[in-house]
């Protein structure tokens, strides 16, 4: 794909509108079920997010792929030549169900097998994370780095996730984590991937 800025523009718009979607809907009334157990919550708010994402999206790029959370089937991490974009229209929906503004709005492209770009939105705090593969990355547009300076585990506060998954629970469990939290400053999970990672 040629034109990145028009496609990182592109899901700025998209998942910016989607933001607006989850955090005015936060504390409010709407309906929740669950995919896989009733750890792995899904609600009314994430659909019209995905939708309104989807909209712009496919709008925008009618030959792309597009693959999202709530309509995910294994086949969908099939790459092939064509553009696909992955899209979380509400990580962290547990945080949101029970009333916590940790909570993002994802969208990444992918050429071939190889990401891009990606954006993530904080619709609470406005901040919006982006990259563009070889051109660094992004806060509200001003350039970001990691920390060079922080490079031991005792220097570090170690961020993880708790899975829903029975499954990846169990492996979670053996997880030494009084040996991690010995060894680094200290231990966080904010229950949004995306946000334990920008």
Known sequence: MQ?????????????????QIVKASLGGKFKTGFKSCPADLVTEVDRRSQSFILDQLGSAFPGHRL???????????????????????????????????????????????????????????DEIYSAVRGGGSFLNGRRIAVDSTRNKVADSLINTGYPSSD???EEMWRADFKKILYKAIDLRAFGSAALELT
């Open 67 to 125: 693959v999202a959370e709530e309509d995910f089937t294994g086949d969908d991490l099939e790459l092939d030549d064509r553009p696909s974009w992955f899209i979380d229209p509400l990580d962290g929906t547990t945080n949101f169900v029970f009333g916590i503004p940790l909570c993002t709005v994802t969208a990444a492209l992918t050429v071939g097998a190889v990401p891009v770009l990606g954006v993530t939105y904080d619709p609470f705090r």
């Open 167 to 169: 499954t990846f629970k």
């Open 3 to 19: 034109d990145l800025e028009l496609a990182l523009e592109s899901a700025i718009k998209a998942v910016t509108g989607a933001g």
